[in-house]
């Protein structure tokens, strides 16, 4: 019983952290175009994403938590089995595990589909964010009293050059096309053009008189 119990905090360990690396991930391009397509889950992991803070607080909640106390049942019961011995023997077996089972793999498989992981465990995020719901009302009062600060608006992006990244992500994706790609990075780019680089200084200007031939205008056009 004490066994499975490790096992199902690594269990929960695992996903949560997947689920943390899967948030980061997320392409935000492709799941506003999935939401449209009427997706259930994905309507639901939008609706979410609409606090990110407390998403990611009850991911590190529940991962932190889940990993201590495995942690600490597994040393706990080595030791009432092994004595002193079982001190070194938990931290050779725990050490693989959180550095490689429960840190490397869940990233990595949930950073190669981050939509389509995160939309099947959203369920799960959403009934865990509901019942860690008084932490996170403490943690707005403490927010709001202790480290009261100003509020700044939120920005969609951090620059043109994350613009840029989310738009060649979102083409690999098939979310946006390559003519669509290529638009939305001239419009960036465009702020970075000064007046000097498209137009022609006065004094290079060719002008006409209103009594110029057309033979004249083609010849000095020319």
């Known amino acids: 019983?004490?066994?499975l119990l490790v096992a199902f905090c690594w269990i929960i360990s695992f996903l949560f952290a997947g689920i943390e690396a899967g948030l980061l991930a997320l392409d935000p391009v492709r799941l506003r175009h999935r939401a449209k397509s009427g997706d259930r889950g994905v309507r639901r992991l939008q609706e979410m994403l609409?606090?990110?803070?407390?998403?990611l607080i009850t991911v590190l909640l529940v991962t932190n938590a889940a990993d201590i106390t495995a942690l600490i049942i597994l040393t706990h019961e080595l030791v009432l089995r092994l004595g002193w011995l079982g001190y070194p023997i938990a931290v050779a077996i725990a050490l693989p595990v959180y550095l490689f089972l429960l840190g490397v793999l869940p990233k990595s498989l949930f950073r190669?589909?981050?939509?389509?992981?995160?939309v099947r465990l959203s369920g799960l995020l959403e009934l865990t964010t509901k019942l860690l719901w008084p932490l996170h009302a403490i943690g707005a009062f403490i927010e709001r009293t202790v480290?009261?600060?100003a509020k700044n608006p939120p920005r969609l992006f951090a620059?043109?050059?994350?613009?840029k990244m989310i738009t060649v992500q979102s083409e690999e994706s098939g979310a946006l096309s390559p003519t669509e790609r290529a638009m939305i990075h001239?419009?960036?780019d465009f702020t970075?053009?000064?007046v000097r680089d498209v137009m022609v200084p006065l004094e290079k200007t060719v002008s006409f008189n209103p009594d110029d031939s057309p033979g004249k205008v083609l010849e000095t056009s020319e």
């Open 112 to 118: 190669r589909f981050p939509l389509r992981a995160v």
């Open 50 to 55: 609409k606090e990110p803070d407390r998403l």
């Open 1 to 3: 019983m004490i066994w």
């Open 186 to 188: 001239n419009v960036v």
């Open 159 to 163: 620059g043109r050059e994350e613009l």
């Open 192 to 194: 970075s053009i000064k």
């Open 147 to 149: 480290f009261a600060r």
